[in-house]
């Protein structure tokens, strides 16, 4: 019966790890855009976007965002993207930063590697465009992980 007793505490603790598991994965935006994987891949094809800047715009925009207005928001982006020159350019600017987008479009002199340094200094640009990128970096990651 002593044995039986030292594994309670024990095992009460494995079930409240899995609980709280189960509960943040729950709330997690990147596996939520993630489960819309199919839907954004179409998105993506008809806009020629990369599918991890479709998933990490989903996720930036709620992955709650219904199919309509995530394909119309997902339009915008791409037509965005194309005129700043950026990605992380294009997300400000269908966040409603098109002024900041512009003003550190026009500071990088088209070297997309001087718009993600500025990007990265700039305080209003990193709620959304950092995020952005990070999230981007992360799906691409997956989706070679689970290509390999």
């Given at each position: 019966m002593t044995v039986a007793r030292s594994w309670?505490?024990?095992?009460?603790?494995?079930?409240?790890?899995?609980?709280?598991?189960?509960w943040q994965r729950s709330r997690s935006r990147v596996l939520a855009a993630e489960?819309?994987?199919?839907e954004v891949r179409d998105v993506a094809?008809?806009?020629?976007?990369?599918?991890?800047?479709g998933l990490a715009l989903l996720e930036?925009?709620?992955?709650d965002l219904a199919p309509?207005?995530?394909a119309t928001q997902a339009q915008r982006f791409a037509a965005l993207r194309t005129e700043?020159?950026?990605?992380?350019?294009?997300?400000l600017a269908v966040r409603g930063k098109r002024?900041?987008?512009?003003?550190?479009?026009?500071a990088a002199h088209g070297d997309p590697g001087r718009v993600r340094a500025l990007v990265f200094e700039t305080r209003e640009a990193v709620e959304d465009a950092v995020r952005f990128?990070?999230?981007?970096?992360?799906?691409?990651?997956?989706?070679?992980e689970a290509g390999s």
């Open positions: 309670l505490p024990l095992l009460l603790v494995v079930v409240m790890f899995l609980a709280a598991l189960t489960a819309r994987g199919a094809g008809q806009l020629g976007l990369p599918v991890p800047e930036l925009l709620g992955p309509a207005v995530f700043l020159g950026h990605p992380a350019l294009g997300v002024a900041l987008a512009e003003r550190l479009r026009d990128l990070s999230v981007t970096e992360r799906f691409a990651a997956r989706i070679q």
